[in-house]
């Protein structure tokens, strides 16, 4: 068995990611999957109703912020490059607002197709500080309908020889299916294109068979291998040989387990490599696998190699999870965390 190689974070290695950033610059990458609004009313509770057993929040503020394939998105804006977003939302105020959010993000919206039959995914959070009293789900959990699906795999047919790679980010609301993920993988090996999933755990690894690279966490990658979490708790390999079934599954060269605290850990062809985590403090997780999906395929784009990619992943996902809610990381923040995290 190959021994795993521990990627050592030294002063060399922090000042060729840190040379490598302005390179970044312009890479686009084409993003295919759901996208949804996040919104936050947000107050404090002082009363109960009179009319039912329930708190009554004094909203002092609101907030929407891009979620889902969205945040992939705006996070590859904010690190310099450019993102092609294709997914589905409908006719309705979801859509509009998310469009004013777009632009705001510096993410495209050339790439939307409009669905009149579904409705655009917005979650409402309704927060008493930081305590959540309840969430609005606004969302239509099915695959799309048969002549969505044909637009959306015509859009990336269309504009795929303009972006420099293409990620697949699967949050199981219905854009991405079987189909679209054969169609891809397909149009990627016909046009050269690196192929990267960011997948969800609902599915068997074999729905992503044909992607270049897969990126699960270590639970996620469990469920998606069918494995079970009991006969690999006392497996000192565990982790490792779930890498290698998710391989095995998917027919991916690279596959990249994210594992909180403990890193990452790289499996590439035959070489595996562990990766140090950066996170200084961690307020909230939310949205971390985004960035690091953006800051993993942006670096892979300007010329990093593989480990180094997810150097420069695990640095950007340290800078979000300081921060509450979905949240982009930004060039100046990356930077100096790169010159003063350990």
């Known amino acids: 068995m190959t021994t795993p190689v521990k990627a050592s974070v030294g002063p060399q290695e922090k000042e ?45 503020e609101e907030d929407m912020r891009l979620g889902l394939a969205a945040n992939v998105a705006q996070n590859v804006a904010s690190l310099g490059g450019e993102a092609m977003l294709v997914s589905v939302v409908g006719d309705d105020t979801g859509a509009n607002l998310l469009r004013e959010l777009f632009v705001k993000s510096g993410v ?13 995914t917005r979650k409402t959070r ?37 972006a420099d790679c293409v990620v697949i980010e699967d949050y199981a609301k219905g854009v991405i299916s079987r189909n679209v993920v054969e169609k891809v993988s397909a149009i990627c090996k016909k046009h050269g294109k690196k192929l990267m999933v960011d997948p969800h755990r609902n ?34 390999n565990k982790v490792v040989d779930v890498a290698r079934a998710l391989q095995k599954l ?64 695990n640095y950007a996902a340290g800078v979000v999870v300081g921060k509450v809610g979905c949240v982009p990381c930004e060039i100046p923040e990356l930077k100096e965390y790169i010159q003063t995290a350990h």
């Open 16 to 60: 060729l990611l840190l040379n490598q950033i302005p390179f970044l610059k312009g890479k686009k990458i084409l993003i295919i999957g759901d996208v949804g609004l996040d919104e936050y009313v947000m107050g404090q509770v002082r009363r109960i109703s009179p009319e039912a057993p329930v708190p009554v929040l004094e909203v002092e």
């Open 108 to 120: 495209s919206w050339d790439y939307m197709i409009v669905d009149k039959a579904r409705p655009t």
């Open 203 to 236: 599915n068997h690894g074999s729905f992503y068979q044909g992607v270049d690279l897969i990126k699960p966490n270590y639970d996620e990658a469990v469920v998606l291998t069918g494995m079970d979490f009991d006969d690999l708790r006392d497996n000192p």
């Open 250 to 313: 998917t027919g991916a060269k690279d596959v990249v387990l994210t594992r909180g605290k403990d890193g990452m850990t790289i499996v590439s062809g035959d070489e595996i490599t562990e990766v140090p985590t950066y996170a200084r403090k961690v307020f909230d997780v939310t949205g971390a696998g985004d960035t690091v999906i953006a800051a993993l395929s942006l670096g892979l784009m300007s010329g990093l190699s593989l480990v180094h990619s997810c150097m420069l992943a």
């Open 126 to 162: 309704v927060m008493a500080k930081h305590h959540h009293l309840v969430r609005v789900d606004y969302e239509l959990r099915k695959y799309l309908s048969a002549e969505a699906e044909a637009r959306l795999i015509e859009t990336v047919e269309k504009n795929v020889a303009k």
